[in-house]
């Protein structure tokens, strides 16, 4: 899966930005994909990620509630809407596909790890000013 992300840039605490993820490939539909980040200080970090037909949605603690993970698979594109950034959301921010699941009795599990995401994008840098 070949990804393509845009949307990044400054944005003032408080504030909302989209981001979007162009994917290509004849897998890219039938992929788990998610979005993480990356400061320059610390290692890259799940945020969000959904499941093939959008139906189920996960997402790290600290953006739960203010940032939403979507995806079209007629345009094989997966967006991230991002509402009340704070300072702390300021990172380069990776599409992720072919992530790893796994079964449980509690139903489909994502490994949030980026040591097993299968595709990357480049990033796509995001500023929150406070």
């Known amino acids: 899966v070949q990804l393509q992300a845009c949307g990044g840039g400054l944005a003032r605490a408080g504030g909302s930005l989209m981001l979007s993820c162009a994917a290509s490939g004849r897998t890219s539909r039938r992929s788990v994909m998610g979005w993480f980040r990356q400061t320059p200080t610390k290692e890259r970090v799940f945020v969000a990620a959904?499941?093939?037909?959008?139906?189920?949605?996960y997402y790290d603690d600290s953006v739960a509630g203010r940032f939403t993970i979507s995806r079209d698979n007629d345009k094989n594109t997966v967006y991230l809407q991002m509402n009340s950034l704070k300072s702390e959301d300021t990172a380069v921010y990776y599409c992720?596909?072919?992530?790893?699941?796994?079964?449980?009795?509690?139903?489909?599990?994502?490994?949030?790890?980026?040591?097993?995401?299968?595709?990357w994008g480049k990033g796509t840098l995001v500023t929150v000013s406070s």
């Open positions: 992720a596909a072919d992530m790893t699941t796994y079964s449980s009795d509690y139903g489909e599990i994502v490994d949030r790890s980026a040591n097993t995401v299968g595709s």
């Open positions: 959904i499941n093939r037909s959008g139906g189920n949605t």
